[in-house]
């Protein structure tokens, strides 16, 4: 996908794209219950780690986590 990051299996169902983005200090897991009934009502969903959390790479420097960064791996995962 070109992101920093891990999204939980891949992308479940078909139609627009959903894209779950935990908090700090959470990962993919708090929308677990979200997934499935998101996907039967005809979204196609994504929910990644975020940088850092999970089962995410964990980038070294500080800068890698400004949120225009963060935010170019949400579009990168859209783009996908």
Not at 22 to 51: F, N, S
Not at 58 to 77: Q, S
């Amino acid at each position: 996908l070109g992101m920093v990051g891990a999204v939980s299996g891949d992308a479940q169902g078909e139609g627009p794209l959903v894209i779950l983005l935990h908090g700090w200090p959470q990962c993919w897991y708090l929308w677990r219950h979200q997934i499935e009934p998101l996907a039967a009502a005809g979204y196609c969903v994504a929910v990644p780690d975020q940088r850092g959390f999970g089962g995410s790479s964990r980038p070294a420097a500080i800068e890698d986590y400004d949120i225009r960064k963060m935010t170019g791996d949400v579009v990168g995962l859209a783009q996908a």
